[in-house]
């Protein structure tokens, strides 16, 4: 590098921050496989745990928490005879491969029954989304411990009560099924993001594109409702509540806060889709939220710049779509701030830098990050050519989240139905070690991180959509809450 620090002495590339953000043959380079000797086996004091609805999100669910240690499965509860029997083999042939007497697990239609049952302290509910508020309602009353999952709730009177009974009950632990929050990906991004790597977020844009009609074919008619529940408004929030919750509660997430208001338009509108659904087959939507502002401030005492807010708000909008008729582009995230550019997906993220930060006197030496100076030479591989293919530039750095050894979920592989098995599978290890240590205040508030706070953050919003989408207005916040909630 020129001693005058000049954008003209030194490739772009040359210029990134070590930790964190590497090139993509740095990454390919360090990933390595582990030996079975070296496979790490926690010993944890069980938990035991009944499921409400096993059917696709709720067997995902169970082959995962199955592969959690302490994990105790006593009770299945589905309205289809096929599904509790499928879950109950599944329970036992896990016991049975792990060595252990064949459980006796307790089967209903009922979630009552299993609310009543002895011995059973937690429950997932897995259900259609409009059984959720009702159901995790009933199973706090009943003293359990609480996996629900999202979107948390159907109406947002549902979210305001949900809301009330947790706070008013401090030791269940009640954890909402947005996974992203332990995914080391989204959290390896989140850290960049407000650590000041891209410096202030501007905008966001998402979307979840596929081309298909979303209709699970049953061998019995009568079923259908039951089945393809998702496709009917009287059960489901349909995009919205299923498909955009997700990238919502990211946005949340990177900005720790909820959108103030939302317009859009979509619906049912596809001609081939010939049935008789009513939730929408396209959503195009803007989120509009205020944000922390942020600066780089000197702190004397530690001799290094901090990005710390100012108390200002700014507002940020998020720019979402959802159709149902082309799955070019899948699901991703982009994250723009004034000094860089985040993408993040299920399989991996990119850091691309704004050339102005090249110039800033204090960001010269460290890209975007004031108090990084050791820098790496980014290296290009075939990797980024999909970026090239989409109409971006090749990325400055692909995102890193190193192994860790010490982590069982990195030995577990791939579970079937499974977008990202290892949130999930972290997510759920986290409910039963929160579980454990329920009556330690601190310990929940730096574990339990889907809480009910980002639950009605997830929830509302997607409501709020659905009616700006049906109404043809903006929905503001105010309208349903007195302010912020969490």
């Known amino acids: 590098m020129a001693s005058n620090g000049s954008i003209d002495d030194v490739s772009r590339r040359e210029f990134i921050t070590g930790v964190g953000l590497t090139g993509a043959g740095v990454a390919a380079g360090l ?168 410096g202030n977020v501007t905008a966001a844009r998402a979307q979840w594109n596929r081309n298909d009609e979303i209709r699970r074919p049953t061998a019995d008619p009568e079923l259908d409702r039951l089945v393809n529940w998702r496709l009917y408004s009287e059960y489901s929030g349909g995009l919205m509540s299923e498909f955009a919750s997700h990238q919502l509660d990211v946005v949340n997430m990177l900005l720790g806060t909820h959108p103030t208001a939302v317009c859009g338009f979509g619906g049912q509108d596809y001609p081939r889709y010939k049935d008789d659904r009513d939730t929408t087959d396209n959503v195009h939507v803007v989120f509009d939220y205020l944000a922390d502002w942020k600066e780089d401030v000197w702190d004397e005492e530690e001799q290094r710049w901090k990005f710390v807010a100012t108390g200002k708000k700014f507002p940020v909008r998020f720019d979402y779509m959802s159709i149902m008729t082309n799955s070019l582009v899948g699901p991703s995230e982009l994250i723009f701030g004034d000094e860089g550019t985040i993408e993040v997906t299920l399989g991996g993220g990119s850091f691309w830098k704004e050339a102005k930060v090249l110039r800033h006197p204090k960001k010269i030496a460290q890209g975007t990050d004031p108090t990084q100076t050791l820098q790496k030479e980014i290296l290009l591989t075939g990797s980024t050519v999909t970026a090239v293919e989409r109409g971006l530039p090749p990325p400055d750095a692909e995102i890193e989240v190193p192994k860790d050894r010490t982590d069982w979920t990195e030995y577990v592989g791939t579970l079937p139905g499974e977008h990202s098995p290892q949130e999930t599978l972290l997510a759920l290890d986290s409910f039963l070690d929160c579980i454990r240590h329920s009556n330690d205040p601190e310990y929940l508030e730096k574990h339990l991180r889907a809480d009910v706070t980002y639950g009605v953050w997830g929830a509302a919003p997607t409501i709020m959509a659905n009616i700006a989408m049906r109404e043809r207005r903006t929905v503001y916040w105010d309208e349903f809450f007195d302010g912020q909630v969490g």
Do not use: W
């Open 31 to 198: 990933s390595y496989f582990f030996s079975k000797d070296a496979i790490p086996r926690p010993d944890r004091s069980p938990v035991s745990v009944g499921f409400i609805g096993v059917g696709a999100r709720g067997g995902a669910l169970l082959r995962a928490l199955l592969k959690c240690p302490g994990s105790e499965v006593l009770a299945i509860c589905d309205m289809r005879e096929s599904k509790r029997k499928e879950a109950e083999g599944n329970i036992k042939r896990h016991a049975a491969a792990a060595g252990k007497p064949e459980p006796k697990v307790f089967l209903t239609d009922d979630y009552r029954q299993l609310l009543k049952k002895g011995g059973v302290n937690a429950v997932v509910i897995a259900t259609p989304h409009y059984l959720h508020g009702p159901m995790a309602m009933d199973a706090l009353e009943a003293g359990m411990h609480v996996y629900c999952e999202k979107a948390m709730a159907y109406t947002i009177g549902e979210c305001r009560d949900l809301y009330r009974m947790v706070k008013e009950r401090p030791n269940q632990v009640f954890q909402v099924g947005h996974q992203r929050h332990y995914s080391k990906m989204y959290r390896k991004v989140r850290e960049l993001v407000r650590g000041g790597r891209i």
